[in-house]
């Protein structure tokens, strides 16, 4: 897996654990960190099909 795959994916889950954090906290900006999950994902994803390819 490429390197930027893997750091894309990485960050993704992250986004997704602050996601899930903030809004059991009751803040409204898990709502974008969200948003930030779903972009890392489809970078991560892309930069997979670019490597296999």
């Known amino acids: 897996m490429p390197r930027f795959a893997l750091l894309a994916f990485v960050l993704a889950a992250l986004a997704l654990a602050a996601a899930?954090?903030?809004?059991?906290?009751?803040f409204w900006i898990g709502l974008a960190w969200?948003?930030?999950a779903g972009i890392a994902s489809n970078i991560g994803w892309v930069q997979l099909r670019r490597a296999r390819s």
Not at 20 to 26: K, N, T, W
């Open 20 to 26: 899930v954090v903030s809004v059991l906290a009751g």
């Open 34 to 36: 969200i948003l930030l």
